[in-house]
């Protein structure tokens, strides 16, 4: 990308191996979490909308390196990694933070909680999962952020999810000006996170027993196709993600 949006998360990059076609198996976050913490499909898994929990005979990754020993916890920012989907199975502490959509400060909360956990539990075998809802509609972001990704703008487009709700359904007509205004606010987003992950990744350290692995649920549409935000199409924009493995 020809922006500075994530130097922290680059030179993650660097020291590891990025994969650089990897695709998500669903364009939402319920069906890809599951897929990603079972390795199955969604056909196979079930997770394919809120009326359904994990069934019981279903390992999950966590579950998998409980059983062999290992310290298993995560820190989760998202309605759809709450535990009234199953997807906390195996996990023997399981921290869920209340998304909040129209935040513009970092989750700050999920990097404490991930670090007093590590701090714990750093010289055992772990397996921790830390997901945060940062760079998710509404695009907003710390004002030095947008300064610096933001540029002069005087369309409608605010960046907030139920406008562009309203854009995916025909309701609000964005031009290409309007589109390009919506990926700098995302940009921004990216680029305040990448400083949240810093600090974790601070904490984490590099020590070359720790796998560290990077990845994402879903992609976002910026009308490439027409559509915005994610969930209703599987175009590249939405379903190709990146991953990032560093050690191990």
Same mark, same amino acid.
């Given at each position: 990308?020809?922006?500075?949006?994530s130097p922290r998360l680059d030179a993650v990059a660097r020291a590891g191996v990025v994969f650089e076609r990897a695709t998500a198996p669903a364009p939402? +976050?319920?069906?890809?979490?599951?897929?990603l913490l079972t390795g199955l499909y969604p056909s196979s898994h079930g997770l394919k909308d809120h009326d359904v929990t994990l069934p019981e005979g279903i390992p999950t990754l966590a579950s998998v390196l /409980?059983?062999?020993?290992?310290? +298993?916890? /995560?820190?989760?920012?998202?309605?759809n990694l709450s535990p009234l989907f199953g997807l906390n199975r195996g996990f023997q502490q399981f921290d869920y933070v209340?998304?909040?959509v129209s935040q513009r400060e970092p989750t700050r909360s999920i990097t404490y909680r991930a670090?007093?956990?590590?701090?714990?539990?750093? @010289?055992?075998?772990?397996?921790l999962f830390v997901h945060t809802y940062d760079v998710h509609s509404d695009y907003k972001s710390?004002?030095?952020?947008?300064?610096?990704?933001?540029?002069?703008?005087?369309?409608?487009?605010?960046?907030?999810? /139920?406008?562009?709700?309203?854009?995916? +359904?025909?309701?609000?007509?964005? @031009?290409?000006?309007?589109?390009e205004h919506l990926k700098d606010l995302y940009d921004a987003g990216i680029r305040q996170?990448?400083?949240?992950?810093?600090?974790?990744?601070?904490?984490?350290? @590099?020590d070359p027993d720790t796998m560290l692995i990077v990845t994402s649920d879903h992609g976002e549409e910026f009308g490439e196709h027409g559509g915005y935000l994610h969930g209703r199409t599987q175009y590249e924009e939405v379903v190709r993600i990146p991953l990032i493995v560093r050690g191990g």
């Open positions: 990308y020809d922006r500075p949006t939402w +976050t319920l069906p890809s979490h599951a897929s /409980a059983s062999h020993g290992f310290a +298993t916890a /995560a820190v989760v920012n998202s309605h209340k998304e909040e670090i007093e956990w590590l701090a714990q539990h750093r @010289d055992e075998r772990f397996f710390l004002p030095e952020y947008e300064r610096q990704f933001v540029r002069p703008y005087t369309g409608p487009a605010d960046g907030t999810t /139920a406008q562009m709700i309203r854009a995916r +359904t025909g309701k609000v007509t964005f @031009d290409a000006a309007d589109a996170y990448d400083d949240e992950l810093g600090r974790l990744l601070d904490a984490l350290g @590099d």
